[in-house]
């Protein structure tokens, strides 16, 4: 069974264009969800690698939008946010492939990762934000 994910609220930081990109990122994750539920085929797999190419796209924009707003707030572990931007993009270059692994497999980790990082994030920037 694929990870389902839900947003929580919870998960808010209180800046809407973070907040509005963790949804994205757990709206794609509930759609590799749904490729994973409807089966196999060549169809079916484009619209899954179309959709988690989305995904890690949408990560990679992300993370460089909290890197910014770190940096902007004069955050002294914004250099740490860099280091979670390497690590992702050596993750989805060399390990998260069809190579690897086997759709499912991408949907459970990428979600789980998703979903660790937002609640990571999430608690992170409102503290942040919360001292201005």
């Given at each position: 069974?694929?990870?389902?994910?839900?947003?929580?609220?919870?998960?808010?930081?209180?800046?809407?264009?973070?907040?509005a990109q963790h949804?994205?990122?757990?709206?794609?994750?509930?759609?590799?969800?749904?490729?994973?539920?409807?089966?196999?085929?060549?169809?079916?797999?484009?619209?899954?690698?179309?959709?988690?190419?989305?995904?890690?796209?949408?990560?990679?924009e992300h993370l460089?939008?909290?890197?910014?707003?770190?940096?902007?707030?004069?955050?002294?572990?914004?250099?740490?946010?860099?280091?979670?931007?390497?690590?992702?993009d050596y993750l989805?270059?060399?390990?998260?492939?069809?190579?690897?692994?086997?759709?499912?497999?991408?949907?459970?980790?990428?979600?789980?990762?998703?979903?660790?990082?937002?609640?990571?994030?999430?608690?992170?920037?409102?503290?942040?934000?919360?001292?201005?």
């Open positions: 069974m694929p990870q389902r994910l839900q947003w929580d609220p919870g998960f808010e930081v209180g800046h809407e264009d973070i907040d949804r994205g990122l757990l709206v794609l994750c509930e759609r590799l969800a749904g490729h994973c539920l409807q089966g196999g085929g060549a169809a079916h797999e484009q619209r899954f690698d179309a959709d988690f190419e989305a995904l890690k796209a949408l990560v990679r460089e939008s909290e890197a910014t707003l770190l940096s902007e707030l004069g955050d002294p572990d914004a250099e740490d946010h860099r280091v979670e931007q390497a690590e992702f989805a270059g060399e390990i998260m492939t069809t190579g690897n692994f086997d759709r499912l497999e991408l949907q459970r980790f990428v979600a789980l990762w998703c979903l660790g990082h937002i609640t990571a994030s999430a608690a992170r920037l409102r503290a942040r934000l919360a001292r201005g």
